[in-house]
């Protein structure tokens, strides 16, 4: 796998995680612990770690999404379930999605769990309020639960690195939705529709990026393709570190292959996530 370690094992790692927000059966969960609505279980669900957060730090940490989209869930949603209830549930039934989608998942979760669970460990939490809320939780004691947490950890461990980097290089939220569409990793509609902005917002910004000479019409130009690729290259670097606590990365990465394309069946490709299908 050599130094591609950290994009490999995002590439099994996010579908794992991530039938959170689109099987049935997590929908379901957030519907009857009270959260109303599609986006209250969303940002409910992923904020929940975080305890009975302001809308401000919802906005800051999930990046991308429109201010009035978050506002409209939090902190309304903590009215109608606490996040101890949605912890409870939140696990249990990703880990039953799992189970449907990948019978065999069983077999292996527990040696995996133990394996992403010394990742998350070695992990440095600076910087990375998602990963840190989500790396502090007690570990199920199901094992597939265990192992739908540690990707969660991992995945939110590489966001909060990711989102770092686009501020750093100036991208507001909308922004960086904008140039991810202008190099084609998610169409914009699907983007503008998932994240909330209108075309006028939309527009204002890639107005702005254009005058930075990072975007054209709707497309990238090479600046902007380059600045694209150095972020998901230092993205990879940032999230490297805590795979080198692995014996063997790459055969837990084969581990894993096969349940993240069964879970992958629950996802739409393209998707928000950007994520591409497993193969």
């Not at 739908?148 to 966001?159: D, I, K, N, S």
């Not at 939705?177 to 917002?201: F, H, I």
């Not at 694209?228 to 063997?248: G, M, V």
């Amino acid at each position: 796998m050599g130094d591609s370690v950290a994009r490999d094992m995002w590439l099994v790692v996010e579908p794992l995680h991530a039938v959170t927000y689109f099987a049935p059966e997590c929908l379901a969960a957030h519907r009857e612990v009270g959260l109303k609505g599609f986006w209250m279980g969303y940002f409910g669900g992923r904020a929940a770690p975080l305890g009975a957060a302001p809308a401000g730090v919802v906005e800051a940490t999930f990046y991308g999404f429109h201010p009035a989209r978050v506002r409209r869930a939090v902190p309304d949603a903590w009215g109608f379930a606490s996040p101890e209830d949605i912890l409870r549930v939140r696990g249990t039934a990703a880990a039953a999605v799992l189970r449907r989608l990948a019978p065999g998942i069983d077999g292996v979760a527990a040696s995996a769990a133990a394996q992403l669970a010394r990742a998350v460990a070695a992990a440095d939490g600076g910087g990375r309020p998602l990963f840190a809320a989500n790396r502090d939780l007690d570990v199920p004691d199901d094992p597939v639960e265990a192992l739908w947490l540690m990707c969660t950890a991992l995945r939110e461990h590489r966001g909060d690195g990711h989102n770092a980097l686009l501020a750093a290089e100036g991208l507001s939220g909308l922004e960086a939705n904008v140039l991810a569409s202008a190099v084609g990793t998610v169409p914009a509609q699907r983007l503008r529709d998932s994240r909330g902005w209108s075309e006028e917002e939309w527009d204002a910004a890639a107005e702005a990026l254009a005058g930075r000479g990072l975007v054209r019409g709707p497309d990238a130009t090479g600046a902007g393709r380059d600045l694209r690729a150095s972020i998901e290259d230092r993205t990879d670097a940032l999230a490297a570190p805590p795979y080198r606590a692995l014996d063997d990365p790459e055969a837990l990465y084969g581990m894993l292959v096969p349940f993240a394309r069964a879970a992958a069946d629950e996802m739409p490709f393209p998707n928000p996530i950007g994520l591409p299908r497993p193969s």
